[in-house]
């Protein structure tokens, strides 16, 4: 079973930068597209940045030029890395494997991490 571990989480500044880190505890994470996923409370969880085997990218719109997500396939770990960090921005943050089709991240139901909390306040 795929364990994916998330880190990196915690309480920052407006203006300031996290990094965040997800492990994948077996191999098919170095092909395999991969999605960080974000959950307010009272809102539905919605998908952050998202990359291919690759490395190609995408993002959502409110996080553009703010964050980038890498991946490691050497160390089955993708990064999310978070400037210009915004309260809004405030959320769990989960890492899942997922798949692309037409053009469109979808996650995997059963590969999911346990969540890192991000919170954005001064």
């Known amino acids: 079973q795929v364990q994916l571990v998330e880190s990196g989480g915690g309480l920052v500044q407006p203006g300031g930068s996290l990094r965040l880190s997800c492990y994948a505890s077996i191999g098919i994470f170095r092909f395999n597209p991969m999605g960080w996923y974000r959950q307010a409370p009272g809102k539905q969880r919605e998908l952050v940045a998202a990359?291919?085997?690759?490395?190609?990218?995408n993002y959502e719109d409110s996080v553009k030029g703010r964050f980038t997500i890498s991946r490691d396939n050497a160390k089955n770990t993708v990064y999310l890395q978070m400037n210009s960090l915004k309260p809004e921005d405030t959320a769990a943050y989960y890492c899942?494997?997922?798949?692309?089709?037409?053009?469109?991240?979808?996650?995997?139901?059963?590969?999911w991490g346990q969540g890192t909390q991000v919170t954005v306040s001064s």
């Open positions: 990359i291919t085997g690759g490395g190609s990218t």
């Open positions: 899942n494997a997922g798949f692309f089709s037409d053009g469109s991240y979808y996650p995997m139901d059963d590969y």
